[in-house]
């Protein structure tokens, strides 16, 4: 675990990736993984290996796969640095304010990371009216304090510096709990996939894309730019097995393995290829389960539509209490997520 460790400490929002993508290129580099690297226009990392087949026979005009995983995890940018020195702020991705309350946090800057804390402006609930107590703050009500004077905020912070939510990584039982395990799960399978790789007979584009909680962006340059003919779009699901929660709405089942996407309100996947991935999971007894997230959406979208379309599917990591700082992802579902990656792409 410790480089998904890394990879969830490592921040990086959307449009300000660049700190994850120095981590999985040193990474890739150095495990020599792809025949070719570079960055695009968008800051999306796309690595090229060429097809590998177990004969080392040459292959003649092989599919051309892109798997992509998004870099960006949800957070904020500075908007604004009042005179006493407290910093307001702007989402870049969605968040649950119910979950950003009295929250540590990171402001990074061209300096440096500085610690701080979030909260709602208002009056504490010592001296708070019972209409108060009752309200549930927007995005606009949250505040930054560094706990610095107003001068020293001022020479050190900028309008447009990002700020992360501060959450550790640990394990709790069966289940691994950090911050935005949406996304950096995919990001991991994705690397652990291509380092168990040994042999397959398309050649792959593995992307790990930007932009992706504001819109998709990053998976919509990198998949005109790679047209491919097979996409996959590696991410995580909902995972609502949890009390308050109608079973029906559970979306995914903790410990069944990663989930395969047959529909999102951005996608329906490819059932073709869907059939074909749960055929490889039960000849190699691999545990996988089939997802419908009625809401949300992922990279998979975009590289479906691109061009004159192609054929897609969605693996997704069951995560439960998504885009907060205690994420939960089951060690079965992660340890699943890899190898059924790599076993299937052994048959391409």
């Given amino acids: 675990m410790d480089l998904l460790e890394t990879l969830t400490q490592t921040p990086s929002v959307p449009g300000r990736e660049g700190r994850i993508r120095k981590v999985v290129e040193a990474h890739i580099r150095a495990a020599e993984l792809f025949d070719e690297i570079h960055t695009d226009a968008m800051g999306s990392l ?52 119910r979950n950003l309350f009295a929250r540590g946090v990171r402001v990074c800057t061209r300096d440096g990371d500085l610690s701080g804390v979030m909260n709602p402006g208002g009056r504490p609930i010592h001296i708070a009216t019972d209409d108060e107590k009752k309200k549930v703050p927007i995005i606009g009500d949250f505040f930054v304090d560094l706990g610095l004077e107003s001068d020293d905020v001022n020479g050190r912070v900028q309008i447009g510096d990002m700020v992360v939510l501060d959450g550790p990584f640990r394990e709790v039982g069966d289940y691994v709990v950090s911050q935005c395990l949406d996304n950096r799960v995919g990001c991991w399978a994705q690397i652990r996939a291509m380092e168990n790789l040994k042999h397959h007979s398309c050649d792959i584009y593995a992307a790990w894309t930007v932009q992706e909680e504001v819109g998709l962006r990053g998976a919509m340059a990198a998949a005109f730019g790679i047209a491919p003919d097979i996409g996959v779009a590696c ?114």
């Fill in 46 to 97: 796309i690595a090229y290996r060429r097809a590998r087949p177990e004969n080392g026979a040459e292959v003649t005009s092989p599919r051309k796969v892109m798997l992509a995983a998004h870099m960006d995890q949800i957070g904020f940018l500075v908007r604004h640095i009042d005179e006493k020195g407290f910093l307001r702020v702007n989402p870049v991705g969605g968040f649950d304010t």
């Fill in 235 to 348: 991410d995580t699901t909902l995972c609502c097995r949890t009390p308050g929660v109608p079973e029906e709405d559970r979306v995914s089942v903790p410990g069944d393995g990663v989930s395969l996407h047959v529909m999102d309100s951005s996608m329906i996947s490819d059932m073709g290829l869907i059939e074909d991935i749960e055929a490889v999971a039960a000849g190699q007894g691999i545990k996988c389960q089939r997802a419908i997230l009625p809401r949300g959406g992922q990279d998979g979208a975009v590289i479906q539509r691109s061009r004159s379309g192609v054929r897609t599917v969605s693996f997704a990591c069951p995560v439960k209490y998504i885009h907060t700082v205690t994420e939960m992802s089951h060690k079965t579902d992660l340890a699943s997520y890899p190898r059924l990656l790599t076993a299937w792409l052994e048959t391409l």
